[in-house]
């Protein structure tokens, strides 16, 4: 009795180490849309020389976030990131990332493939914002999650403020976001290209 509670004890503080994947993020019927942050882990890289690679093989530096939402304002450290995806399904599930600061520079998402490889997906601000694979004034990623657990990679490396809040949604969830988000995007975006052509024809008047 006294060696089962001993294997309990150092296998619930193990548990507990640094640097252990957090709980993950349960795909099931009953996910919507929820703030993520709690369920991450953070690497600081201050001088940014830490690959993909190397990353997945450290343990004890990776740090357990305690919030919804990363404050870690203007920094030169590239910061990697971590979480894992649990789907419960049978099938796989698509479930959408949403990182809402859209200011940041360069985002890496390295996500799991069925081959034990992973697939490098590169976003940013300094990337053509066309060229998003969903069109969005925030970073918005398709996850297409195979059952089992499956952990996901991030990089990013900004000269603005780092500053922002992961939020995870079901397809349903999305797609009610987009028909009530996009609209009104577009109403924006279309007043902003009318504001810069009256700008330009201004100009031209007065010159």
Same mark, same amino acid.
């Given at each position: 009795?006294?060696?089962?509670?001993?294997?309990?004890?150092?296998?619930?503080?193990?548990?507990?180490?640094?640097?252990?994947?957090?709980?993950?993020?349960?795909?099931?019927?009953?996910?919507?849309?929820?703030? *993520?942050g709690t369920h991450f882990q953070y =690497? %600081?890289?201050?001088?940014?020389?830490? &690959?993909?690679?190397?990353a997945r093989k450290i343990n004890t530096r990776w740090v357990d976030s305690e919030k919804d939402s990363f404050n870690f304002g203007f920094t030169r450290s590239v910061y990697l990131m971590r979480f894992t995806l649990d789907n419960r399904h049978t099938v796989n599930k698509a479930?959408?990332?949403?990182?809402?600061?859209?200011?940041?520079?360069?985002?890496d998402f390295y996500l799991p493939r069925n081959d034990r490889q992973y697939r490098h997906i590169a976003m940013g601000d300094h990337?053509?914002?066309?060229?998003?694979? *969903?069109?969005?004034?925030?970073?918005? =990623? %398709?996850?297409?999650?195979?059952?089992? &657990?499956?952990?996901v990679y991030m990089r990013f490396k900004t000269t603005s403020s780092l500053n922002f809040?992961?939020?995870?949604?079901s397809a349903d969830e999305f797609i009610k976001r987009e028909n009530t988000v996009l609209p009104i995007f577009w109403i924006y975006f279309g007043l902003m290209m009318i504001d810069r052509k009256s700008t330009r024809l201004n100009s031209s008047h007065v010159s």
């Open positions: 009795m006294k060696k089962i509670i001993a294997a309990v004890f150092f296998f619930t503080l193990f548990l507990s180490l640094p640097g252990y994947p957090r709980d993950p993020v349960i795909i099931d019927d009953s996910l919507t849309s929820f703030d *993520i =690497l %600081e890289d201050r001088d940014g020389t830490i &690959s993909f690679a190397q479930v959408y990332l949403e990182i809402d600061y859209p200011m940041i520079d360069y985002i990337y053509p914002f066309y060229d998003r694979t *969903i069109i969005d004034r925030n970073f918005i =990623l %398709e996850l297409d999650t195979a059952p089992g &657990s499956h952990t809040k992961p939020m995870l949604w």
